[in-house]
């Protein structure tokens, strides 16, 4: 396998690390838009009751004092309610925008040491393609079959590294990654990560 053949894989484990990475900003994304959709509709109530009060006091020409006091409590309701959402990074109730990853050096090449990492192929062979996995990742089950694929193609000739990536929001992630390196230790990993994969 040329200098060819190892950017494609270099390239490949890239591009698997960029869609959890999206994954996860997008499930943090979605966290932060239900914990402060409350809030917006608490402002939205208040700021209905407060113009229906401005309303009455028009009509009324301002000559009913009775009114002032609830249009106080309701501003001063409406100001916590704005403090609340600026301090926490919304500005008025604006939407945040996800943080965009920063910029791949599509040339660096990595250094990743073994470790204890299971070894699935030939140990001494001259390609080394590092998985990083979450057992219950659909997207990590559908890659497992395209490095099936390669070490088919290239036996003896390829070998993965394997590193457990268990991710936050998927709750038997990392049960099952614990599962898989006690299989390790007998020998029996890549039948234990098989059989993982293929049950989410």
Same mark, same amino acid.
């Given at each position: ?8 894989? =270099?390239?490949? +484990? =890239?591009?698997?690390?960029? +869609? ?53 409590? =309701? ?36 250094? =990743?040491?073994?470790? +204890? ?44 590294? +394997? ?38």
């Amino acid at each position: 396998m040329g200098k060819k053949g190892n950017t494609a894989v =270099i390239l490949l +484990v =890239i591009l698997i690390g960029a +869609v959890c990475g999206v994954g996860l900003l997008m499930g943090i994304n979605n966290a932060v838009n239900s914990a402060i959709s409350p809030l917006n509709a608490k402002l939205a109530e208040i700021e209905r009751a407060q113009k229906s009060i401005e309303m009455k006091l028009n009509t009324q020409g301002g000559s009913n004092n009775n009114l002032y006091p609830y249009l106080s409590a =309701i501003q001063s309701q409406l100001a916590q309610l704005q403090n609340k959402i600026g301090s926490n990074g919304f500005g008025g109730g604006q939407q945040p925008q996800p943080q965009q990853p920063p910029a791949e050096d599509m040339n660096k090449v990595y250094t =990743i040491p073994e470790g +204890v990492s299971p070894i699935l192929g030939n140990r001494n062979a001259p390609v080394t393609i590092v998985e990083f996995s979450d057992f219950q990742c659909p997207f990590c089950a559908r890659f497992y079959s395209a490095i099936k694929d390669v070490m088919a193609a290239y036996p003896g000739r390829v070998r993965v590294m +394997v590193k457990n990536f268990p991710l936050p929001f998927h709750p038997n992630a990392r049960p099952a990654a614990k599962l898989a390196m006690a299989a390790n230790e007998q020998g029996k990993f890549q039948g234990m990560m098989e059989a993982l994969l293929a049950n989410g």
